[in-house]
């Protein structure tokens, strides 16, 4: 999973989120970061630049990584690796349509929003929603939205592995 810094044409610090596309076999329709299965031979970092390329056209460097977030282990079965990249200045972007069906460019400023915590008679553990974009973003993009923006914004180690997804993304 890639967390792409980017800078928009105001100048503002922001990142890239994507909403995929209807047409998707699974999770389909949801807000998500960039990102995908990890190929045989490849680290998580190699796939997130990958991953961002065959989304989004964006072809970055080895140089490019910044860091790496803690892993999240999603109900669907996955162990998410969360990387975090500088994509660059006014990158332009060319998202594949049947991956991607909107990308968003989020100025980092909106992560710092108080997450809600709902629950769900599935599991003891709070399901977390984060407020962007006029709506709500769910587990487990909201869990490492979340956990970046107390990081970036706050300087906070915040570990977010406890969170809960909504049970339809556990499919």
């Known amino acids: 999973m890639a967390i792409a810094l980017v800078e928009d044409a105001n100048e503002r610090p922001c990142f890239?989120?994507?909403?995929?596309?209807?047409?998707?076999?699974t999770h389909s329709?949801?807000?998500?970061?960039?990102?995908?299965h990890i190929d045989d031979g490849e680290g998580?970092?190699?796939?997130?630049?990958?991953?961002?390329?065959?989304?989004?056209?964006l072809a970055l460097p080895e140089s490019s990584v910044l860091g790496r977030?803690?892993?999240?282990?999603?109900?669907?079965?996955?162990?998410?690796?969360?990387?975090?990249?500088?994509?660059?200045?006014?990158?332009?972007?060319?998202?594949?349509a049947s991956e991607v069906a909107q990308v968003f460019l989020v100025p980092l400023s909106d992560l710092d929003v108080e997450p809600r915590l709902t629950t769900i008679p599935e599991s003891e553990a709070p399901v977390i929603q984060l407020p962007l974009?006029?709506?709500?973003?769910?587990?487990?993009?909201?869990?490492?939205?979340?956990?970046?923006g107390?990081?970036?914004?706050?300087?906070?180690?915040?570990?977010?592995?406890?969170?809960?997804?909504?049970?339809?993304?556990?499919?």
């Open 16 to 25: 890239l989120l994507t909403r995929r596309s209807a047409s998707l076999r």
């Open 29 to 36: 329709g949801q807000w998500a970061l960039p990102g995908g």
């Open 150 to 171: 107390e990081l970036v914004l706050h300087g906070r180690q915040t570990r977010v592995a406890h969170f809960e997804q909504p049970v339809f993304a556990w499919r």
């Open 69 to 96: 977030l803690d892993d999240y282990a999603s109900r669907s079965g996955y162990i998410i690796s969360p990387i975090v990249l500088w994509a660059g200045f006014h990158p332009r972007l060319r998202p594949r």
């Open 44 to 57: 998580a970092e190699e796939a997130a630049r990958r991953e961002l390329h065959e989304e989004l056209g």
């Open 133 to 148: 974009l006029g709506t709500f973003i769910y587990a487990p993009t909201a869990a490492v939205l979340y956990q970046f």
